[in-house]
């Protein structure tokens, strides 16, 4: 399964940087939110890849729901895709956006890649631990690494969102006391920790289970963990749940090794 999601991350990311290189004009959805010709063209790229190598698996993808398409996930088993997380980065042009698709069992993000076109680099997850990918200009894999989490520095590295800060973000930080911070875009905040370079992220601001899930699959493959604020692990496929009228996380800290 994570070479098809490497296979649809790779065709998303060629779209991706086509409509990079030329550019492209921004609507806003009626969330609030920008969305861009590569988000719905690399959505498109992706659903028809995993629907021919994945069929009868329930697809939840960003750009589908807000056009108000979605599927039944009770069985428990589905996907998730973000095809352009960091859609400000990516009008920016600051490079830190990703293609990210995550398959949820019972809740529980289990396998996931997360993809930065720009950066030329990849980070995939599942049962048989995480990988981070190197890729050249042409999108061909150099070199693929095993990866784990570090056990945290004293004072932990932090990572925060660059484009949503906020006042409870910033208090954390302070009560933390990190040894730095640094503030990136899109899901490779997860990717960051996965592979030992930061031991923290705290996230208030509001994100989707599309945002967080790749991300999330390939730190808990990494020996990490995303909790809420009372100290669950962050679960998918919560909509209809008490409390959860849309595809929205709660507040969430993600970890490496503690």
Avoid at 22 to 34: F, H, I, Q
Avoid at 97 to 124: D, Q, R, S, W
């Amino acid at each position: 399964m994570l070479a098809i999601f490497e296979e649809a991350a790779l065709a998303a990311g060629r779209i991706i940087l086509e409509i990079y290189a030329r550019g492209c004009p921004v609507e806003t959805k009626a969330d609030l939110t920008p969305v861009t010709e590569a988000d719905v063209e690399a959505e498109a790229a992706i659903l028809r890849i995993v629907s021919t190598k994945l069929p009868g698996i329930p697809v939840i993808a960003e750009e589908q729901v807000a056009a108000g398409i979605e599927t039944d996930t009770s069985g428990g088993r589905f996907l998730l895709i973000d095809p352009l997380d960091g859609t400000r980065e990516f009008i920016s042009r600051n490079g830190e956006f990703t293609v990210n698709i995550a398959l949820i069992e019972n809740g529980v993000p289990v396998a996931g890649i997360v993809y930065a076109p720009v950066l030329k680099v990849a980070y995939c997850g599942g049962p048989d631990g995480a990988t981070k990918l190197i890729l050249d200009d042409h999108q061909t894999v150099l070199q693929r690494l095993p990866i784990t989490v570090r056990t945290a520095l004293q004072p932990p590295v932090a990572v925060a969102s660059r484009s949503h800060q906020d006042p409870h973000t910033a208090a954390f930080l302070q009560k933390l006391a990190p040894g730095g911070c640094r503030h990136i875009g899109s899901s490779l905040k997860f990717g960051l920790l996965a592979e030992g370079v930061a031991d923290a992220y705290p996230r208030y601001s509001r994100t989707m289970e599309w945002d967080t899930a790749a991300g999330d699959a390939v730190l808990r493959a990494a020996g990490g963990m995303t909790e809420t604020e009372d100290g669950h692990p962050l679960l998918y496929g919560k909509r209809g749940q008490p409390g959860m009228a849309d595809f929205a996380n709660p507040a969430f800290f993600a970890w490496g090794r503690r």
